[in-house]
């Protein structure tokens, strides 16, 4: 019987309007970078968020890990609050009131992000969604390589959530999602928000709303 979903937080729950990845690093995280005497290349840092390169590969820079990725999510948070402030962090209109009937449920449900606990706060209380939540993990400073595709925050979730792999689902846009509720031994399902289709998912929907009667009906045939 599923008993709880886990959901990714960015491009499930709200996305960034217009959000270009290398005009944020050139505009925000470049100048912060050189501030602080940091070196490192737009390739290299995306390896380092996409999980091909470690969390901890700026040591070799002989730069401190912790302190380097506190810096990017300090820069993120001013990000998105700019953004919020001229409406371009946007909610998909299904998320209200898929969450909410998910509770009516009985379900129990957490968000995970590889973005910082400060930044996936700041988003869920925008729109107000952070009362939906048990449980809320952004990237751990204290386990930097955790984040998805690494199952650490995933787990961490089923831990708080009390709740085994096998009565929980995964609900995410991407590769890095599906990958993580894999290696945490939890069905993944893909929202097709940008029609990145991930042939790996368990399952594939369109809207929340489709996940509610997903839900329903896993949880209706384990019932029989």
């Not at 901890?56 to 302190?67: A, K, L, Q, T």
């Not at 910082?116 to 930097?144: I, M, P």
Request: net charge neutral; proline share 4%.
């Amino acid at each position: 019987m599923i008993k709880a979903l886990i959901f990714d937080v960015d491009e499930t729950l709200v996305y960034y309007e217009n959000y270009d990845a290398k005009e944020w690093f050139s505009k925000y995280l470049e100048p912060a970078f050189q501030q602080h005497g940091i070196n490192i290349d737009f390739e290299t840092y995306r390896k380092m968020v996409k999980g091909i390169l470690p969390r901890s590969y700026v040591e070799r820079f002989g730069i401190d890990h912790v302190e380097f990725w506190k810096l990017v999510d300090n820069v993120n948070l001013r990000y998105r609050k700019v953004l919020a402030k001229e409406g371009k962090v946007k909610i998909f209109p299904d998320v209200p009131q898929a969450l909410s009937e998910l509770r009516t449920m009985g379900l129990k449900l957490a968000a995970v992000s590889n973005a910082s606990q400060d930044c996936t706060e700041f988003v869920l209380e925008l729109f107000n969604l952070r009362k939906y939540f048990d449980a809320v993990f952004g990237k751990d400073y204290s386990y930097l390589d955790g984040v998805k595709p690494n199952p650490h925050l995933i787990l961490k979730s089923l831990k708080v959530l009390n709740v085994p792999p096998d009565k929980a689902l995964v609900i995410g846009d991407s590769e890095l999602d599906v990958k993580a509720a894999h290696r945490a031994g939890i069905k993944a399902v893909q929202v097709l928000r940008f029609d990145n289709f991930v042939e790996d998912a368990d399952y594939h929907i369109r809207t929340l709303d489709e996940l509610v009667d997903l839900v329903k009906k896993l949880v209706n045939e384990q019932r029989h």
